[in-house]
């Protein structure tokens, strides 16, 4: 009666397996998005009108601010799964809503404001 056997546990293993692969993918895309930051504010071989100019300095920030917040997420992601804890889960999804909901209303902006960075730049 309290074993974890049968259909219980073969969907607890798979929801197990599920989150980690979805960690490993958020811990790439962060890694992905500190690497492309980095680089940004690294590079100085491009011109030196677009240097000087705050949005793309600001731009480059962002991107390394979002690659260590998303890596940082991920990473607890490996921790509540370890642990097994329903608070963990429930802060982990938490925290992925909120970053999901910042990423759209960032896309959101981009569109809105795209003809005042084209004619920055």
Not at 26 to 55: A, E, H, Y
Request: aromatic share 10%.
């Amino acid at each position: 009666m309290g074993s974890q056997g049968g259909m219980c546990g073969f969907s607890r293993v798979l929801l197990r397996r599920c989150l980690r692969l979805a960690n490993v993918l958020i811990f790439m895309g962060g890694l992905v998005l500190l690497g492309v930051g980095i680089w940004t504010l690294q590079d100085k071989s491009f011109p030196s009108d677009l240097i000087r100019n705050s949005l793309y300095l600001n731009t480059a920030r962002v991107l390394t601010a979002v690659g260590v917040i998303t890596t940082l997420i991920s990473v607890f992601g490996f921790y509540s799964a370890q642990k097994e804890v329903k608070v963990l889960h429930l802060t982990y999804f938490v925290l992925i809503s909120v970053l999901l909901l910042v990423l759209g209303i960032g896309a959101v902006l981009a569109y809105v404001f795209i003809e005042q960075v084209e004619l920055t730049m």
